[in-house]
């Protein structure tokens, strides 16, 4: 036997490589055999672990991962106020930027402001020399007296050549030349006097006092300088900062709502936060929406109005609006990290009384960023999941930690009562 055993291998050795094709395909056989047997057995390591660690007739050394309770943190469901409200971002515009520009042209004798100062209207900025129109007011006068004095003198001709037509001592062509001469006269007088109001107007002009309540920004031009009425340049800028207002728009879609806010007579209070919408600057009122919708956008131009008495609010600068529209009072709210979104729809994960919990879907409602109104899924006093879902499925055992018991949900306006009898951590069982 031993011999018969011992030649065996030179028999297949031999039946190989006189069949070499029948000897690979034996042992592809063989591969293929061994790796579904080495998948098998994976697969029943993993999903029974405890039956290939477990001895003939002995218990097990370990159980199931998927049965050890699950530690997680809850909140109850209670009642609460949420806020509708839109969040856009806006750029804070003032009402009136003016800049001051000469209406005449002269040189400039004398700034009056200093940069950054705060004006209000008809306070002093700039002067021109007066001078030059001065001089040109009393030409102006001079010519009208001049002038004051032929008409006169045509009147009182005028006056002579009445008489004269009623005796028929002159031709009547005389008389009516006459006539003309006075009117022609009284227009001359007109010009005279429209001159001297100009000038007087220029005289004005060269003073140049603030158009509104504002700032004024740097100066552009100095003293010394010819200064022209053609000039785009100016001479400074005035900004008018309180109030001032924030423009943002909203989507088309969310008109309808203001709207109807507003045809009901109601001031929108309107917040303004900066650019990473955490810190609050001001707070103001719904001033007016724009009457047309944006058609490459699909967004309509609303505009609030801000006292900006800190001026915390500056020309140009870019920030969050929040409108508020309407306030959702004693709504069933969950916090926002126990809502889940899956096969199953919305849903939350319900801790029962037993320590599992239950996938249940719900509708929500509006949010305010930290807490959200549920329609309908859910009741005051119900326990849902807001730490550890990750590793949950439906009827899976939980352990609430006694540190973490069963907190409201944010914002709720009570705390719930506490569940009795809270359920403690298990020991590991053992087979």
Not at 220 to 242: A, F, K, M, W
Request: glycine share 8%.
């Amino acid at each position: 036997m031993d011999e018969l055993v011992n030649r065996l291998p030179q028999a297949q050795d031999r039946i190989s490589a006189r069949n070499p094709r029948r000897a690979r395909n034996r042992t592809l056989r063989t591969v293929i055999w061994l790796a579904i047997l080495a998948a098998l057995a994976a697969g029943l390591y993993y999903t029974h672990p405890w039956t290939l660690l477990k001895p003939a007739g002995g218990p097990a050394f370990g159980r199931a991962r998927g049965d050890a309770p699950q530690a997680v943190g809850v909140a109850t469901v209670a009642t609460g106020d949420i806020p509708i409200q839109f969040n856009a971002l806006g750029t804070v515009t003032p009402i009136a930027t003016v800049t001051v520009q000469t209406q005449i042209s002269g040189m400039l004798m004398e700034v009056g402001f200093t940069e950054g100062q705060l004006v209000h209207k008809g306070d002093f900025l700039a002067q021109i020399d007066p001078r030059p129109y001065q001089a040109a007011l009393a030409s102006a006068q001079g010519t009208l007296a001049k002038d004051q004095a032929v008409l006169k003198q045509a009147q009182v001709d005028l006056a002579r050549y009445q008489t004269l037509n009623r005796q028929d001592s002159i031709a009547r062509q005389t008389y009516e030349d006459q006539v003309w001469i006075v009117h022609q006269d009284e227009g001359t007088v007109q010009v005279d006097q429209a001159a001297i109001d100009t000038q007087k107007l220029n005289l004005t002009y060269c003073r140049i006092v603030s158009p509104v309540d504002g700032r004024v920004g740097l100066r552009l031009i100095d003293p010394g300088n010819y200064v022209q009425s053609s000039s785009s340049t100016g001479l400074v800028v005035v900004t008018q900062l309180q109030p001032i207002t924030v423009i943002f728009t909203l989507p088309e879609d969310s008109i309808p709502a203001v709207m109807k806010r507003l045809h009901a007579g109601a001031t929108l209070p309107v917040t303004a936060l900066d650019r990473s919408n955490t810190i609050q600057l001001a707070t103001g009122t719904l001033q007016t929406v724009d009457n047309q919708v944006d058609t490459t956008t699909g967004t309509v131009k609303l505009r609030a109005s801000f006292a900006n008495t800190d001026e915390s609010l500056f020309p140009s600068q870019f920030v969050n609006a929040q409108l508020l529209v309407d306030t959702l009072h004693n709504a069933v709210v969950v916090p926002n990290a126990a809502i889940q979104t899956g096969a199953p729809g919305t849903f939350v994960y319900l801790v029962n009384a037993n320590d599992t919990v239950t996938v249940r879907p719900i509708k929500t409602g509006p949010t305010d960023g930290q807490k959200t109104a549920v329609t309908s899924g859910l009741a005051v006093g119900d326990r849902v999941v807001t730490d550890g879902v990750d590793r949950l499925k439906d009827g899976a055992r939980v352990v609430i930690p006694a540190a973490a018991g069963a907190a409201p949900a944010a914002g709720a306006d009570a705390p719930a009562r506490p569940r009795r009898g809270g359920a403690r951590q298990r020991p590991a069982e053992t087979q």
